[in-house]
């Protein structure tokens, strides 16, 4: 079975700098969708980037970027340019079937 | 993307009610799944609703605990039954459009049992 791993549950930057979330993950599997899903006080989940496994170029979405190493397993999210509307717990996927999540990060942007 | 309508966004029940959620999507969509949320945790899968047949459970939860209808391509419900503290939780529906791919989410519904 597909595990997800966030090992950070907490963290915190400045606004206006970059942090980076780290995700592992453990499969089999050599094609799969990875994801990352931001979800604010809101409740509301939101779809932050994803990855395709058979592309090695890095997603980016504006601020947002991966660096993704399929080797190692390990699909990190840096955020850029922090600003106050990024805190938020931000949740990593797999996906191959069912989506599988990670236990999440609690990211705060302080002014 | 998809619009979902999750509905209610929150409730408090008695224990041993049950509360059915609805979700509507904007389109067909072929894969439509309910998520648990228990506070301060991630997200567990609960089942995968099917269109015309029943729905797939993961382990750990059951039908006459979690039913669940699909009766269309753009609607569900999951019921909560008989309901207990323990069933507090965020529940969220989720929609895919092409199979493994992302998955959109409704604004989930809060549920608190007392």
């Known amino acids: 079975a597909q595990t997800v791993t966030q090992s950070q549950p907490e963290m915190s930057v400045q606004e206006a700098e970059t942090v980076t979330l780290s995700c592992t993950y453990d499969?089999?599997?050599?094609?799969?969708?990875l994801f990352w899903y931001k979800q604010p006080p809101s409740r509301q989940m939101i779809l932050v980037i994803r990855?395709?496994?058979?592309?090695?170029q890095n997603a980016t979405e504006n601020r947002f970027s991966v660096n993704f190493q399929k080797a190692a397993k390990s699909f990190s999210l840096k955020i850029s340019d922090s600003q106050l509307g990024d805190t938020a717990m931000y949740f990593c996927?797999?996906?191959?079937?069912?989506?599988?999540f990670g236990a999440g990060t609690r990211l705060t942007v302080k002014p | 993307s998809a619009v979902i309508s999750q509905k209610p966004s929150r409730d408090i029940c008695q224990r041993g009610t049950s509360l059915t959620i609805q979700c509507q999507v904007d389109?067909?969509?072929?894969?439509m799944f309910w998520y648990r949320q228990q506070p301060g945790q991630s997200l567990t899968l609960i089942a995968t609703a099917n269109q015309g047949s029943e729905a797939t459970y993961e382990s750990g939860f059951v039908i006459d605990k979690f039913p669940i209808s699909r009766p269309n391509l753009t609607f569900s419900t999951l019921t909560v039954s008989n309901m207990s503290p323990e069933d507090s939780s965020i529940y969220l529906c989720?929609?895919?459009?092409?199979?493994?791919?992302?998955?959109?989410f409704g604004q989930g519904t809060r549920l608190t049992v007392v």
């Open positions: 989720s929609v895919e459009r092409t199979e493994n791919t992302e998955a959109f």
């Open positions: 990855q395709e496994a058979y592309k090695q």
């Open positions: 996927a797999f996906r191959k079937g069912d989506m599988r």
């Open positions: 499969t089999s599997e050599s094609n799969y969708y």
């Open positions: 389109s067909q969509v072929t894969m």
